[in-house]
RNA sequence: GCCGGAGUGGUGAAAUAGGUAAACGCAGCGGACUCAAAAUCCGCCGGGCGCAAGCCCUUGUCGGUUCGAUUCCGACCUCCGGCACCA
């Protein structure tokens, strides 16, 4: 062992020897217990960065940990490679998607390797290849034959700049989600998976995931939105037309006094031609179509609508109720219809007021009248029926279910739920993305490509176009097929690519069998290995990537490839990583290494004015308050890096990246080493202590006791909620207790295998943090196995109990004193020690206490 | 607007079946070693008053429950995240 810790050469020397020993690879073995340790894969943008570094240290430590434990622990790693990016810079760098794609894992391989991550490469996956997304073609077909993909022209999220149609979910308040340029509508044929089928039942085993943090289970079931009411038809006068409308409050119904629907409404023109309404119709459907959907722009639309000059029948009142179009009315939501209640609806009533439409108000308040003219608002709450006939005086939500049952028995409506998730369109007007194995026939329209053609390979020898175009649509060997129905040669393929989410909703089933090419993956080793036990990434993909995972088991499961429906047993989101942001009056953001730092005051390296230091935000290239890990592994090396991210914040809170915090936790490693130094010739050849804990003397007592504790604690702090913070804090006081230890305490057998246990158990603590400087340390005590091999430390019980215990007292509750006395003193005892402390006596006096609480070693309280 | 989460020293954070608030770091201050510096080691380190013993105050604010509240309950303030014309 080296008398200097030098990281760089440990690291490499231990990264060779594990790669030469295919350490980290495993297999199925049925008899033992597996454990699959996931991480969130990443896309291959260029560069890991210390959000990457962060949550796969997190990963790497559970994974370690758990493989101590005795399990056969999967932990696999790829590439989520197809998406935008990839385009962007190929057209920026005059290169192919593809080879910047390689290139880049190439890199990111490499410095994930430099971190010691025990990732099972043999298992890496890399979803732009064919012989991943063959499967994934092929389990299209499958969704296509059970009707679950389907296609219908919609109108998408449209993105101009990107010239991409985008799922809800990629846009994020109006904004498209990568570039944040507006989002329009556009009329688009498009493929669906239909994710609408499992709304409910995502949305009940919601409840189902203890393992998985409340803050993502509630945004889940937002996101799936259900709403309980009833679908009520609505008769249009002098015609056979049924509208079904959606409420909530079909308590409300005989308020009802006017309709709205939505404006691509297909009802909308036949009601409207031949009417005198019909050009203002269709001026209306043409200005709105044109209107941009995103939030901050609806927000300033007043509500407004035209009338369509028809009218439709109230069934419960027979009120003759004009039919508007009107732009609150979304098509995609419920039925596109709605019936308006002006008088407890705050849309309806600004509506109504707007082209005075009666306000009938039939719920009043407890204890009020509402009268229609001097309504300021609509009422919302529930209260007493009225101007409702025979529901009168009802309660209202008694009312709702009597109006159920009414409307079910004469036919009228029924009793329905809505969901606010939509379908998920899956169509990318995009080159660098998995191909959609449909073709176009003129003769046999939409026909699948037969299973056996699969995979169709994505052409690689295609030019981008500029903007970002796809160029598939005009690459003639490729679009152009021969139909495999009827072999007409002029029959088309479809262009579009699949959304990159598909490929991130099954490559963890994928990792279990990565080279398996008799299907999407071998169900044996899924059924051992599915499902994660522990899944870990960032929260951002609270929705998308987790929400689209669910759906795509519980397809895998309904076509009985898999016997499970949730595919991540345990979920940890863990928190940013962020920094100070820096400034210069003259440079804008300035990245960490360009502030020179005079006595304490920050400058600009480039134009030497003073710097004006930020607020603490997610580390990011535009902000420039990055920390590259690059840096970090050449000057640290990585394990210092991997204790540092673990140490300065638990997982699931935002990490403030602090450089002195970086070299606080060198320094520790370095303090480690040196104790490991000092003690080694001493503890050689020792066997670590295990006689009576009494018989020792007070030093070297105190250690190994501090040692079992440190188990006991470091075990439980992984072991119950990964707060790898306090458990190396643990490991400090440890370390410091050990460096009390002098050559005079207790006698040489005693010393050597005290501190050879204290050494090993620091060691072995650590080895899943730093296993590099872990191993080097095991190994230099003459250990010659991994300590991965070595099976995690185990308290002694009996070694933890100390023999006295501090009491500390409080007279009404406020700390007055505190002795030592032997454990479990029995409580008159406690009591008549505490009542004889002399600064007890000045707050106790000559009063009588009113009464006295023990707590079993730890506390006396006196009340007078 | 609705739904979540969080507010603790100079600073990152500890401590919840209610029981010594601030463990462990970082920064700072003092000392040792050194010709000096770095590194290292030892000590101090919430605020106020006091020579001191000690006393008072302190976990966003205000109340409540309790012998005892960072922890439980109620109201409010601030910040962060999600959703938002969803009928």
Request: aromatic share 10%; with cysteine.
């Amino acid at each position: 062992m080296d008398e200097q810790y030098d990281a760089r050469k440990i690291e490499q020397k231990w990264q060779e020897e594990w790669e030469r020993s295919h350490l980290f690879e495993v297999d199925v073995q049925a008899d033992r217990p597996k454990y699959y340790l996931l991480e969130m894969f990443p896309y291959p943008s260029g560069k890991i960065h210390m959000g990457h570094v962060r949550n796969y240290t997190i990963g790497d430590v559970v994974a370690r940990y758990k493989r101590m434990q005795g399990f056969n622990v999967l932990h696999p790693m790829g590439w989520d490679a197809f998406g935008m990016p990839a385009e962007n810079a190929a057209i920026a760098n005059n290169t192919h998607p593809a080879e910047w794609t390689y290139d880049n894992i190439a890199y990111m391989r490499n410095q994930l390797k430099q971190l010691g991550f025990s990732y099972d490469w043999t298992r890496e996956v890399t979803t732009c290849t064919p012989d991943y997304y063959r499967w994934e073609q092929w389990l299209f077909l499958k969704m296509y034959e059970k009707g679950m993909a389907y296609r219908k022209e919609a109108y998408v999220n449209w993105c101009e700049p990107c010239q991409t149609v985008l799922a809800n979910e990629q846009v994020e308040a109006g904004m498209c989600w990568r570039c944040g340029q507006p989002v329009r509508q556009k009329k688009l044929n498009q493929w669906f998976f239909r994710i609408t089928d499992f709304a409910e039942d995502l949305l009940v085993h919601c409840d189902q995931l203890p393992g998985w943090p409340e803050k993502v289970t509630t945004m889940q079931k937002n996101w799936i939105g259900r709403s309980q009411g009833a679908e009520i038809r609505f008769a249009v006068e002098e015609s056979d037309t049924v509208i079904p409308v959606f409420t909530t409050r079909h308590d409300t119904v005989f308020g009802a006094t006017f309709m709205c629907l939505a404006p691509e409404h297909p009802l909308v023109p036949q009601l409207a031609a031949g009417t005198e309404q019909a050009a203002a119709v269709a001026d209306f459907i043409e200005r709105i179509s044109l209107q941009e959907r995103t939030s901050k722009a609806v927000e300033t639309y007043e509500k407004e609508g035209v009338f369509t000059g028809k009218y439709c029948i109230n069934p419960m009142t027979g009120r003759h109720m004009p039919i508007y179009t009107a732009n609150f009315a979304l098509m995609e939501y419920g039925t596109g219809a709605v019936m308006s209640v002006p008088a407890h609806d705050q849309r309806d009533f600004d509506f109504a007021k707007k082209y005075d439409l009666p306000i009938i108000p039939v719920v009043n308040p407890e204890g009020e009248t509402l009268v229609a003219a001097q309504m300021a608002e609509a009422y919302a709450g529930d209260g007493l029926m009225v101007n409702s006939g025979a529901f009168d005086g009802q309660p209202n939500r008694q009312a709702m279910e009597k109006i159920a049952d009414l409307l079910e028995a004469k036919g009228l409506g029924r009793r329905a739920i809505s969901y606010r998730l939509r379908d998920w369109g899956i169509s990318r007007q995009r080159y660098w993305g998995a191909p959609i194995p449909m073709i176009y026939c003129d003769t046999c329209g939409t026909v699948p490509v037969p299973e056996a053609d699969l995979p169709i390979v994505l052409p690689e020898d295609a030019h981008l176009l500029a903007g970002g175009r796809s160029p598939l649509p005009a690459l003639d060997n490729f679009a152009r097929t021969t139909c495999p129905k009827c072999g007409r040669t002029d029959a088309r393929r479809e262009t579009d690519t699949m959304d990159t989410f598909v490929e991130s909703s099954w490559y963890f089933e994928r990792y279990c069998s990565p080279k398996f090419n008799e299907g999407m993956f071998d169900r044996e080793a899924v059924a051992y290995w599915m499902p994660v036990d522990q899944y870990i990434g960032g929260v951002e993909h609270a929705i998308l990537h987790l929400l689209y995972s669910r759906y795509f088991t519980r397809v895998l499961h309904d076509i009985g490839l898999i016997d499970y429906k949730e595919p991540f047993t345990r979920l940890l989101t863990q928190g940013m990583v962020c920094k100070e942001t820096m400034s210069c009056p003259q440079h804008g953001y300035l990245f960490p290494e360009q502030a020179r730092d005079e006595r304490g005051t920050l400058y600009c390296a480039l134009c030497d004015q003073p710097v004006t230091l930020g607020r603490v935000e997610k580390m990011s290239k535009s902000k420039r308050n990055v920390v590259d890990p690059n840096v970090l592994l050449e000057r640290y090396g990585a394990d210092t890096t991997r204790l540092f991210c673990l140490f300065a914040a638990p997982p699931e809170r935002d990490l403030e990246w602090s450089d002195q915090g970086v070299e606080g936790s060198a320094r520790f490693l370095n303090r480690v080493w040196r104790l490991a130094g000092a003690w080694l010739d001493v503890v050689r050849g020792a066997a670590p202590y295990d006689g009576p804990v009494e018989s020792l003397p007070d030093t070297l007592r105190q250690t190994y006791r501090k040692a079992h504790q440190t188990i006991e604690k470091v075990t439980r702090d992984i072991e119950d909620r990964f707060h790898f913070n306090t458990a190396i804090s643990a490991v400090m006081e440890l370390v410091n207790q050990m460096h009390a230890v002098g050559p005079d305490d207790g006698d040489a057998d005693q010393r050597k295998s005290v501190m050879r246990h204290a050494l090993e158990t620091v060691i072995l603590l650590l080895s899943p943090i730093v296993p590099h400087f872990a191993q080097e340390l095991w190994h230099a005590l003459g250990h010659t196995q991994s300590t991965l091999a070595v099976p995690w430390p185990v308290y002694r019980k009996d070694a933890l109990v100390q023999e006295e215990a501090t009491i500390v007292v409080q007279v009404n509750g406020k700390l007055r004193g505190r002795f030592t006395t032997a454990v479990d003193t029995d409580d008159d005892t406690v009591k008549q020690l505490a009542l004889a402390d002399e600064r007890v006596q000045k707050f106790v006096g000559d009063k009588a206490p009113k009464k006295i609480v023990v707590v079993k070693n730890k506390l006396v309280n006196i009340v007078v």
